[in-house]
């Protein structure tokens, strides 16, 4: 048994989408997509995702399971589109329904969206194993970052989302509604209690003083190096460092479409009487 990790960077949202399989015309999963928004026209493209398309096309990949990490506020995901092209399921871990509950406060949702998950095909509990061909991926539960962050480890590879970012970049953000930095101290302590030579495949990369884009460390590597959460940093002086950083960062561009897009596993709103999708803007609640 060999894995294959296939890396798609998205510039515009800093966003990394990995296909993960093991030969040609094998089974695959799809980690954490990117649909193209213009915040503004309001228009969708599906530019970032039709590389991952056209890869799997060419590869006779079969696809099995679209994975997201957690509901992003930094882009929109492409798993409805993806999910039309390829087929596989749609799956999150079980706590969106958290995430669905407070956001359909902030935006007012219709009656008809139900806080329950169900706009997946399937909500994945913790340390949940599930098999695609001859390879098979873990899901855990690292939340803080949001209340309801995913990491997913398929053989010595851990794709974990926004918990945590190269060693120059540090931590994620806590600050979102039901976030909580010394939740994620302990998710990310959680991560690297893994062996020192496991992978870690970030979601994300804002590279500081004009470094390449990269996209793979290790535990090792982040216990040494991390400059938020390395060895001997405690959980008091992360929590600290996290919340006065936390309260100089603006919202991110994509939050408000992203989220209610996201929420419903891709979806777009339903479509008023006059055939169009709308998405809210609440003023004054973020």
Not at 2 to 15: C, Q, R
Not at 19 to 39: A, F, G, H, R
Not at 51 to 72: P, S, Y
Request: proline letters at 5%; aromatic letters at 10%.
């Amino acid at each position: 048994m060999s894995t294959t990790i296939k890396a798609f960077f998205d510039p515009g949202t800093w966003t990394f989408t990995y296909v993960v399989y093991e030969t040609e015309q094998s089974s695959c999963v799809i980690i954490d997509s990117v649909l193209d928004y213009d915040p503004k026209s309001g228009r969708t493209r599906t530019h970032s995702a039709d590389k991952v398309v056209d890869f799997i096309e060419t590869n006779q990949l079969k696809t099995e399971w679209i994975l997201e990490t957690h509901a992003h506020a930094d882009h929109v995901s492409a798993a409805q589109y993806l999910k039309a092209k390829l087929g596989g399921k749609i799956a999150i871990g079980n706590h969106i329904k958290t995430v669905q509950g407070v956001f359909k406060g902030i935006f007012n949702l219709e009656d008809s969206f139900l806080s329950d998950g169900s706009q997946f095909d399937y909500l994945l509990s913790e340390n949940e194993i599930i098999k695609f061909g001859n390879l098979s991926f873990e899901s855990l539960f690292v939340p803080g970052h949001t209340p309801a962050c995913m990491a997913y480890k398929i053989d010595d590879a851990i794709f974990v989302g926004d918990t945590m970012f190269m060693p120059d970049v540090g931590s994620a953000r806590c600050d979102f509604p039901g976030g909580d930095a010394k939740v994620l101290f302990q998710s990310v302590h959680k991560l690297l209690s893994y062996p020192a030579e496991t992978r870690l495949f970030m979601c994300h990369d804002y590279p500081p003083n004009g470094r390449a884009i990269k996209f793979e460390t290790t535990v090792a590597e982040q216990k040494k190096n991390n400059i938020h959460m390395k060895d001997g940093i405690t959980e008091a002086e992360f929590v600290a460092m996290r919340s006065a950083r936390d309260a100089t960062l603006e919202m991110p561009v994509l939050i408000l479409p992203a989220v209610q897009i996201n929420i419903r596993a891709g979806n777009m709103p339903p479509k008023e009487d006059n055939g169009v999708s709308y998405l809210k803007i609440p003023l004054n609640a973020l």
